[in-house]
């Protein structure tokens, strides 16, 4: 329906009749897009699911269009505002056409020089982005404001140290977040926030770039969206790139206000640690939720870059600099030796679900403990683990826990000595009962060292239940 829809406004548009429609693919948007062909002419097609969105852009577009700065031409729009036609900018933007750097982790000078040109040309986007504009059709909130801060500062809370599983005081983080959010709103000066402005949303078209994807933009301060772009974590820019730009984008802002770059590179700091707050939070959601692999492989590189920006400021934010330090050191977001076989070894509560396996690999096994004599129905051993030397005792000697390992190594020995003679690089092995407490974990550390002993590979333990986690070198 909606692309007969997108083929009657290209006639309306062109005159002509599509005659080749291809979906493109989309990057964490809920957006469809279609390139839309006739003869020489192509065009994009765009689905929207929201009105309110489509009629947000449809207004900056033609601001910041006609003020000068580089946007996409929305040249027709069907009559439910749902659908509409834009300029085709190509396939290339600038995230791509600097994937050389990232990939030989060095900028060349043509290529900060692209980079420090964008972020130049980032005041004339916030300055007159907000002449004579009326925010209030911005969407879904007219100006950046306390609770969309929250709204923020929670998905970080939320979907990325609740899926991650790490615990925190409800009341002390609270307190850290109201102390940022009051820092955000110092600068209440009349600019446009761009919001999404990094090198995903740059394309790069007849030798210039041209800006996209800033739908959600709104009324805000300038710092936003100079910490949005140069702390892209997967853009993986140089601290010597990143100092380039700020300085390119410094020297720009200076035809519209004073700048004193001390206090300047203060406030940015504050934006820098929230804009990856944010981003977190958004990996979290996309990638541990939704299990996206490339925005979980995005998780390591912000969590080490917000982490040495909030270690300037660990005084005022103690409490959020510990969480990230604990997320930090788990074994997830550890780089992993990939020249060595890493078998992960879980046990884990049903009540809670069985792990996801972030490695991408898929192999492995999950063992179903609730057979086995259950020790935690007895008072002594309720509030012990299965790895105290009571319930080791009581597993041994009056459960079936021996003959149970047994047929799990069988299994077990086979994979693990197949994968390391074919070079494969990770298992996961993980081991659920009722509570994740007694039975799994005496599994679960049983199994580990077993495979250790015998095979010499590098074991991670986890016990999810009981938040321990720890190490078994290779030999």
Not at 40 to 53: A, H, Y
Not at 299 to 314: F, R
Request: hydrophobic share 40%; aromatic share 12%; proline share 4%.
């Amino acid at each position: 329906m909606m692309i007969n829809t997108l083929k009657k406004i290209f006639h309306d548009a062109t005159s002509l009749a599509a005659e080749e429609v291809v979906k493109l693919t989309g990057d964490g948007s809920n957006r469809s897009y279609y390139r839309m062909k006739a003869g020489d002419v192509s065009l994009i097609g765009t689905v929207g699911t929201s009105i309110e969105e489509n009629r947000a852009f449809f207004a900056l577009s033609a601001q910041l269009a006609v003020r000068g700065v580089d946007v996409p031409v929305v040249m027709a729009i069907s009559p439910d505002g749902l659908c509409y036609i834009q300029n085709d900018l190509g396939d290339t933007n600038l995230y791509e056409r600097l994937k050389p750097a990232r990939e030989c982790g060095s900028f060349n000078n043509e290529q900060c020089a692209d980079l420090c040109r964008v972020m130049a040309l980032l005041p004339d986007i916030q300055y007159l982005g907000a002449e004579d504009f009326d925010f209030s059709v911005c969407y879904p909130v007219p100006a950046f404001d306390r609770r969309s801060i929250f709204w923020d500062l929670n998905y970080f809370k939320y979907c990325f140290l609740k899926a991650v599983g790490i615990e925190f005081n409800e009341r002390p983080l609270e307190d850290e977040f109201e102390r940022l959010a009051a820092l955000l709103l110092q600068d209440d000066e009349n600019t446009f926030m761009f919001r999404d402005f990094q090198s995903r949303n740059v394309m790069w078209h007849d030798e210039k770039p041209y800006f996209i994807d800033f739908q959600g933009g709104r009324r805000g301060p300038i710092y936003y969206d100079v910490a949005s772009f140069v702390g892209q974590a997967r853009a993986k820019y140089t601290p010597e790139v990143v100092d380039r730009m700020i300085d390119a984008y410094i020297e720009s802002l200076k035809r519209y206000r004073t700048v004193e770059k001390e206090s300047f590179m203060r406030n940015l700091l504050y934006f820098r640690i929230f804009r990856l707050l944010q981003n977190l939070g958004a990996y979290g959601f996309r990638g541990l939720l939704e299990r996206k692999k490339a925005f979980v492989e995005s998780i390591p590189a912000a969590l080490q870059q917000l982490t040495a920006l909030v270690a300037e400021v660990k005084e005022e934010f103690p409490q959020l600099m510990e969480l990230l330090t604990a997320a930090a050191a788990m074994p997830l977001f550890v780089k992993q030796d990939d020249s060595e076989l890493t078998v992960d070894v879980m046990s884990f509560s049903y009540k809670r679900g069985i792990p996801d396996d972030y490695s991408g690999n898929g192999g492995g096994f999950v063992f179903d403990c609730r057979a086995i004599h259950n020790p935690g129905r007895y008072e002594p051993y309720k509030k012990l683990c299965g790895y105290d030397e009571p319930v080791i005792r009581f597993l041994e000697e009056q459960s079936e826990i021996g003959a149970f390992l047994e047929n799990v190594y069988s299994i077990v020995d086979m994979m693990v000595d197949n994968y390391k003679q074919r070079g494969f690089k990770h298992i996961q092995i993980c081991f659920g009962c009722t509570g994740g407490q007694h039975r799994s974990v005496y599994s679960a550390e049983h199994t580990a060292q077993h495979i250790a002993e015998k095979f010499g590979v590098k074991v991670v333990v986890t016990h999810k239940m009981q938040n321990r986690k720890y190490v078994i070198p290779s030999k």
